[in-house]
């Protein structure tokens, strides 16, 4: 799995706890580790560096993007099945 549940969790943040945005902030993650694939065949650049890319991409989504994220009402409260 290696990084990508934090990536997971961002991206459910970044999209502001929507399916909708939550499935375009994997698209964006996940063209980020495709560029990462793709940017690892030449040897131009450190491959330290290039593995890299999802996580800052990530991190810079959520701290300019977001703003103030609304957790969803029910957070955090047990859930009780009626009878």
Known sequence: ?????FIAIAAV???KFS?????K????FGLCSG???LA???NMVSPNLISMI???VTIVALVL???????PAANGKIFVKSK
């Open 65 to 71: 993007f977001v703003g103030k994220a609304h957790t």
């Open 25 to 28: 902030a994997c698209l964006l």
């Open 35 to 37: 560029i990462k694939s």
């Open 1 to 5: 799995i290696v990084g990508q549940g």
């Open 40 to 42: 690892s065949q030449s």
């Open 19 to 23: 399916p909708g945005g939550a499935t």
């Open 54 to 56: 999802p996580y800052v």
């Open 13 to 15: 943040i970044f999209g």
